[in-house]
């Protein structure tokens, strides 16, 4: 669904971020890439829906060069979910999860429709929601509607950084839980940037780990851990361990920890 062909991203000022990358992302994959502060998770994201432009190498989407797709048409292809909250600020909850749908010129009525069973999805009654403003909602709350929006026009990948950084543990561990409930039913292909292995492993069907621009090794999280390519990795692998989680109960697919 997404290859990565040598792709490379040298910033102006001269700053490497993303060394030559191999990759191959499966559809309905849940993908997760996973590595320390500045190494390179959110250029690597950032490159699929051309928000950054690489500087070498091709990404193919659905079999397509994206860069030889128009940036709109890739976008609507592409849902986005921000490291920060990023809803617009002036909008309702009903006219921020429209944005796309408004850009693709459906009528209200489908629109409309779309929006209650985003809402419903997501457990927020949109008699409740609809008309609330993002200063009206909790961050949780927030949250789940920065997911929903992605998903509105209903795209064949997402792509999340760091969505949940921003919650307390309880938000964060109840969306991570809807995120893997929703991913059953819907079946997208999901890649998904965190630092924190705990919800690598929680979520990923495969797993990639970076460090300083590249890829140290792609896996199940249950082979990540039996056979951790290199020191690093098995760090990387420590707190899990040291939180005494048993190989047997990290399976990835199901999501259950
Ligand atoms: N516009 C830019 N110009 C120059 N360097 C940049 C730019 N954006 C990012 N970088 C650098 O590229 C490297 C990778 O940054 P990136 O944002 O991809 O990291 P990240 O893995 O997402 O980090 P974090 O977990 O902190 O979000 C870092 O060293 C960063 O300082
Ligand atoms: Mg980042």
């Known amino acids: 669904m997404i290859t990565f062909k040598q792709v490379s991203k040298r910033y102006e000022d001269g700053t490497t971020a993303v ?3 191999d990759l191959h992302i499966e559809q309905g994959e849940f993908f997760v890439l996973v590595g320390p502060s500045g190494c390179g998770k959110t250029t690597t994201l950032k490159m699929i829906n051309r ?3 690489p500087t070498g190498g091709s990404i193919y989407v659905n079999g397509t060069d994206n860069n030889t797709i128009q940036v ?3 976008r609507q292809q592409i849902g986005y979910v921000l490291q920060q909250i990023a809803l617009f ?3 309702t909850v009903e006219e921020n999860i429209a944005v796309t749908p408004d850009l693709l010129h459906w009528d209200r009525s489908r629109t409309s429709k779309r929006i209650d069973e985003l809402l ?3 457990g927020m009654d949109p008699a409740v929601f609809r008309s609330r403003r993002p200063d ?6 927030q949250q789940r509607i920065g997911v929903i929006r992605a998903l509105a026009a209903d795209p064949p990948v997402i792509l999340m950084d760091e969505p949940f950084s921003a919650l307390d543990p309880i938000a964060r561990e109840r969306l991570q839980n809807d995120l893997l409930q929703l991913q059953q039913t819907i079946r997208k292909t999901i890649v998904f940037v965190t630092h924190d292995i705990q919800e690598a492993v929680k979520l990923g069907d495969r797993i990639a780990i970076m460090n300083e621009g590249t890829i140290i090794q792609v896996d ?3 082979r990540l851990l039996q056979q951790p390519a290199n020191s690093f990795v098995e760090q990387f692998f420590q707190s899990i361990r040291q939180d005494g989680m048993s190989i047997s109960t990290v399976s990835g697919n199901e999501g259950t920890i």
């Open 19 to 21: 060394q030559p990358l």
């Open 51 to 53: 928000l950054i432009e």
């Open 72 to 74: 709109h048409k890739l």
């Open 89 to 91: 600020p002036h909008m």
């Open 120 to 122: 419903h999805m997501v």
């Open 136 to 141: 009206e909602l909790s961050g949780g709350q």
């Open 220 to 222: 199940t999280p249950q």
